[in-house]
């Protein structure tokens, strides 16, 4: 990855891309008065954000991606955890499918799948990711980042930035009978855009 300022000079350079489709969530039954609630993100860190930072959104593409997500051990004892379809409407996102992209920013796409939580927890450093997540943030251009799954290959997961979301984006939890209802609703404004 590029040296930080050179990354951010870069990212200026990196079109996004707009994302409207549903995503999926799995989180502690404890979280469910407030699906849309990403703090534990900034309490615990994440694979795109340090302990106490900023606070990430994270979001699979399909239920079977985001059960995997949240398994660390097979053998470990599951906690009840509940499923939320979150409908996505954004646009602009830093897109990691794309090779160009990956090959402009001087990512390693293999740092992409490193065990983030041993780097954080054990040596106490920011992961590969999470260096990469801070630029992104700090670029003010993103409302998120489109990154490969490290548990399930071929799928893209969303890491979303709910203080950097741009007016007319939102994400909203589905919930045809009405008792969940929650949106968070973009207010930044990017000069320019």
Excluded: C
């Excluded at 990469?132 to 890491?159: C, H, T, W």
């Excluded at 909203?172 to 968070?184: F, G, H, R, T, W």
């Amino acid at each position: 990855m590029k040296p930080y300022d050179d990354l951010l000079a870069a990212l200026e350079e990196t079109p996004g891309i707009p994302i409207e489709k549903s995503y999926y969530r799995m989180m502690g039954i404890k979280y469910l008065k407030n699906p849309l609630s990403a703090l534990g993100s900034k309490f615990t860190g994440g694979r795109y954000n340090y302990i106490g930072e900023f606070e990430v959104l994270y979001l699979a593409p399909n239920s079977q991606t985001a059960l995997q997500e949240t398994i660390t051990n097979i053998n470990f004892r599951f906690p009840p955890k509940s499923l939320v379809t979150i409908d996505v409407d954004v646009r602009h996102i830093l897109n990691l499918r794309s090779k160009k992209v990956i090959n402009f920013l001087g990512i390693n796409i293999n740092n992409l799948f490193n065990p983030w939580r041993k780097i954080q927890d054990v040596d106490q450093l920011k992961a590969y990711t999470q260096n990469l997540g801070r630029a992104v943030y700090d670029s003010q251009i993103f409302e998120g980042i489109q990154y490969p799954s490290a548990k399930v290959k071929g799928k893209y997961n969303l890491a979303i930035f709910p203080a950097r979301l741009r007016k007319k984006s939102s994400i909203k939890v589905y919930d045809p009978d009405k008792i969940l209802e929650q949106v968070i609703a973009g207010k930044f404004f990017l000069p320019g855009a």
